[in-house]
């Protein structure tokens, strides 16, 4: 049955409107964190001392080396942008909330709150993951393999193209369960899918993991085992929004 021209230009409005709201997100979401740069930059001495420190126990004179006159300076920019990011990680959390609650219904549109609290906390907890246990790890394993002989040399570009990179990666990594549960909300997936295609994800987690952690075992393992449990979360999670989405729908009857 083909939509009427009245029913398609509802569908079209609707498309754009929905695009716009993309757009005005978008914006929002740059302004907060070019907000939460400036403010990082005026601590970006501490915050460089901070992300040097995993790698500091290694390094012969304790700290890091640069080849360009710009280096330095650029280093502090990417030091406050990725400080940005995480401080406004609030902000552009909630405009993604925004952006998938037409979707929802209006009892689970609710849950926005807990949305942006659960987005927030996971993300940090994932970018502290990747500070706190995968660099100490990963550094005493790559910075002593093949004995001491050799000594390293490590430029300011390659480490914080590294621990950004790779604490932003844990960072994202770790909002699976919300994605999930938020799929699951909106009907496009069930627990029921879940679980039967948990070992076709499994293996999705672990190609993602090799392609997002530096090229070791080790780092891959530390995001992909994570990433297993939050899986299996989130299959707990879905069930549990799925049966609150039917009763919705059996009062909505």
Same mark, same amino acid.
């Given at each position: 049955m083909t $939509?009427?021209?009245?029913e398609? +230009?509802?569908?079209?409005?609707?498309?754009m $409107?929905?695009l716009v709201?993309?757009?005005? @997100?978008?914006?929002?979401s740059?302004?907060?964190?070019?907000a939460?740069?400036i *403010?990082?930059?005026?601590?970006s001495e501490?915050?460089f +001392?901070?992300?040097?420190?995993?790698i500091?126990?290694y390094l012969p004179?304790?700290?890091l080396?640069f080849?360009a006159?710009?280096d330095?300076f650029l280093a502090h920019?990417r030091i406050s942008?990725?400080g940005?990011v995480i401080?406004s990680?609030p902000?552009?959390?909630?405009q993604i909330?925004?952006?998938?609650?037409?979707?929802?219904y209006?009892?689970?549109?609710?849950?926005?709150? @807990?949305f942006i609290?659960?987005?927030?906390?996971?993300?940090?907890i994932?970018v502290?993951?990747?500070?706190?246990v995968v660099f100490?790890?990963a550094f005493?394993f790559?910075m002593?393999f093949?004995g $001491?002989? +050799?000594?390293?040399?490590?430029?300011?570009e390659h480490?914080?193209?590294f621990?950004?990179t790779?604490? *932003?990666?844990?960072?994202?990594?770790f909002e699976?369960?919300l994605?999930?549960?938020i799929?699951?909300?909106m009907?496009?997936?069930?627990?029921?899918?879940l679980k039967?295609?948990?070992?076709?994800?499994?293996?999705?987690l672990a190609?993602?993991?090799?392609?997002?952690?530096?090229? +070791?075992l080790?780092?891959m393992?530390?995001m992909?085992?994570p990433?297993?449990?939050?899986?299996?979360?989130?299959?707990i999670l879905? @069930?549990?929004f799925?049966r609150?989405?039917q009763?919705?729908? @059996?009062?909505?009857e």
């Amino acid at each position: 049955m083909t $939509d009427t021209p009245e029913e398609q +230009d509802l569908k079209n409005q609707s498309m754009m $409107d929905h695009l716009v709201e993309l757009r005005s @997100g978008l914006i929002k979401s740059l302004y907060g964190i070019l907000a939460g740069m400036i *403010l990082c930059w005026s601590v970006s001495e501490k915050l460089f +001392d901070i992300i040097r420190k995993p790698i500091a126990a290694y390094l012969p004179t304790g700290g890091l080396f640069f080849t360009a006159p710009m280096d330095k300076f650029l280093a502090h920019v990417r030091i406050s942008l990725f400080g940005g990011v995480i401080l406004s990680s609030p902000l552009w959390i909630y405009q993604i909330w925004k952006f998938v609650a037409p979707g929802l219904y209006s009892k689970e549109k609710k849950y926005a709150v @807990g949305f942006i609290f659960s987005g927030t906390a996971l993300f940090a907890i994932g970018v502290s993951f990747a500070y706190f246990v995968v660099f100490p790890m990963a550094f005493k394993f790559l910075m002593t393999f093949g004995g $001491d002989a +050799d000594k390293p040399m490590i430029t300011i570009e390659h480490y914080l193209s590294f621990v950004t990179t790779t604490a *932003l990666a844990f960072g994202a990594s770790f909002e699976l369960p919300l994605i999930l549960v938020i799929l699951g909300m909106m009907g496009v997936i069930s627990q029921k899918t879940l679980k039967e295609k948990r070992r076709f994800a499994i293996v999705g987690l672990a190609i993602l993991s090799a392609i997002l952690t530096p090229p +070791d075992l080790l780092s891959m393992l530390m995001m992909m085992a994570p990433m297993v449990v939050l899986y299996e979360l989130s299959v707990i999670l879905v @069930g549990i929004f799925e049966r609150k989405r039917q009763s919705a729908v @059996g009062g909505v009857e």
